[in-house]
């Protein structure tokens, strides 16, 4: 297979990545109509809240779009059975194993992409009947595996016979043609969509990204066994600083209790968890989805033509 567009009917080889509280129905159709793969994030929502948002998504664009399920979300079994009654067409999984689900969704006809940390889960999820997988770096911004996409994609690569979608680490044409060359079939990305006119966070959220250089992501809750990448802010220090003191892990959830929301809709740059990649420091500016999908894609070739490497 040349690349994913074919298998998910779309016409650039792009996944938009989950990002809880914030892909909701007008970036999931923004993308979509832009000729990649809109999603509808389900975070920590409930299956209704999320019901709904897809019946907003059929009126906005007529293209494919899918629903990510992230696994950690106690509604992730009522969503599951959900997604088969919305006839979805397309579901990625991210923060566990959906080995449980996929029966029920094969049998639906959904095409299934789990997102991958490791070679061991790939091989599962290809038995399972998964589409895809998508191998997510640990250059992501959110919730993050070990490895990097450098590392991570070959080998996922080698080790499966279902096409790959690589993610992390991911902002630009380069990048874009650096995942080919590793061996994927398509790429997901997230960071480079929040800065855009479409994305549904607080101006504070996108200014952040544009303000950001390249060191300025911290993995909070490395401790907890949730690593999650952050821009560097007063809560991504306090957090830090308090579980090196060893404090409870009661007392660091109280801390991160609700500030992913709070960095999503208030923009409180002190107090909210702002999660976002490693390509944040080359984010300069704020464009629309479709200007993002063209200039990620369309100067691929010439590039190709202009590399003299050897
Ligand atoms: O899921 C993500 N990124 C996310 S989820 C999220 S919401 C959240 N907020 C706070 C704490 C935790 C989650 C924000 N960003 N990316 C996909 C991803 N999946 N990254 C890593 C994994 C993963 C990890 C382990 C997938 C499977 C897995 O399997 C373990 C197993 O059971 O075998």
Known sequence: MENIAKLLNIKYPLIQGGMANIANHVLASSVSNAGGLGLIASGGDNAESIREKIKLCKKLTDKPFGVNIMLMNPFADEIAQMVIEEKVEVVTTGAGNPGKYMAAWKEAGIKVIPVVPSVALAIRMEKAGADAVIAEGTESGGH???LT???LVPQVADAIHIPVIAAGGI????????AFSLGAKGVQVGTVLLATKECPVHQNYKDLILKAKDIDTVVTGR???APVRVLKN??????LLKSSKGVSLEELEILTLGSLRRAVFDGDIEKGSFMAGQVSGMIKEIKSVEEVIHDLF????AYIR???VL
Request: aromatic share 6%; hydrophobic share 40%.
């Open 223 to 225: 401790q907890t066994g």
């Open 298 to 301: 369309d100067p691929v070739e």
């Open 149 to 151: 996409t450098m590392a």
């Open 144 to 146: 993050i595996g070990e």
């Open 234 to 239: 007063a809560m991504a220090r306090e957090y």
């Open 306 to 308: 202009e590399l003299k």
């Open 171 to 178: 902002a630009d044409y380069r990048q874009v043609l650096a």
